[in-house]
């Protein structure tokens, strides 16, 4: 079955740079878009950008454009969100996402991961 | 890209009706069949409930369906259950990238 599993916790200071892996199993991991989403203490979800992992094509948010990256590993269907320049106000849960083919959704979720930025 | 507009909150009793808006623009909701809503609850990753406006994925019960009209897409929940309290979210498709709206905290009293 289709799994999306996420790395851990991180703390960071502000100014400090964050990755958060997202390794995938269980179907084609080429086959299918990897979007980032994530949700700050009280506030909604929050897109931020994707990768096409067949070729490593991106596209990012205007709001996140020149801190985030995001990358791609095929031989271990690990996709990576890098976030730099940290601030206070990045600290959320951010999740890993997996694109439908067939349409415009977002079909299975990682399990999140809480990065808390903090001097 | 500015956020969909979703209703702070919305309540209703075990077995009633609710209806959850979700206003954009003909940049997004008005412009394409590419609705999708999510429930999230805390500490758990969303689950999709609907997509393409009015479809739901096989497992997710025939009480929640989607609607459009306009620029507003909708979500109903009928015959409330008090494990459906929860946050629900509405997403759209927008010119090769993605928007949500702020979220709607639903209450079963």
């Known amino acids: 079955q289709v799994q999306v599993v996420q790395s851990g916790a991180e703390v960071r200071k502000p100014g400090a740079s964050v990755k958060v892996s997202c390794e995938a199993s269980g179907y084609t991991f080429n086959n299918y878009y990897m979007h980032w989403v994530r949700q700050a203490p009280g506030r909604g979800l929050e897109w931020m950008g994707t990768i096409n992992p067949s070729g490593g094509s991106t596209r990012y948010a205007q709001t996140f454009q020149g801190r985030l990256t995001l990358t791609r590993d095929t031989s271990t269907s690990t996709v990576y969100m890098e976030l730099s320049s940290l601030r206070s106000d990045d600290t959320a849960v951010y999740y890993c996402?997996?694109?439908?083919?067939?349409?415009?959704?977002?079909?299975?979720w990682g399990q999140g991961t809480l990065v808390t930025v903090s001097s | 890209q500015s956020a969909l507009t979703q209703p702070a909150s919305v309540s209703g009793s075990p077995g009633q009706s609710i209806t959850i808006s979700c206003t954009g623009s003909s940049s997004d909701v008005g412009g394409y069949d590419y609705v999708s809503w999510y429930q999230h609850h805390p500490a758990k990753a969303p689950k999709l409930i609907i997509y393409?406006?009015?479809n739901r994925p096989s497992g997710v019960s025939y009480r929640f369906s989607g609607s459009k009209s306009g620029n507003t897409a909708s979500l109903t929940i009928s015959g409330l259950q008090p494990e459906d309290e929860a946050h629900y979210y509405c997403s759209s498709y927008t010119r090769s990238s993605r928007v949500f709206g702020g979220g709607t905290k639903l209450t079963v009293l």
């Open positions: 393409d406006v009015r």
């Open positions: 996402a997996r694109d439908s083919r067939r349409s415009y959704y977002f079909d299975h």
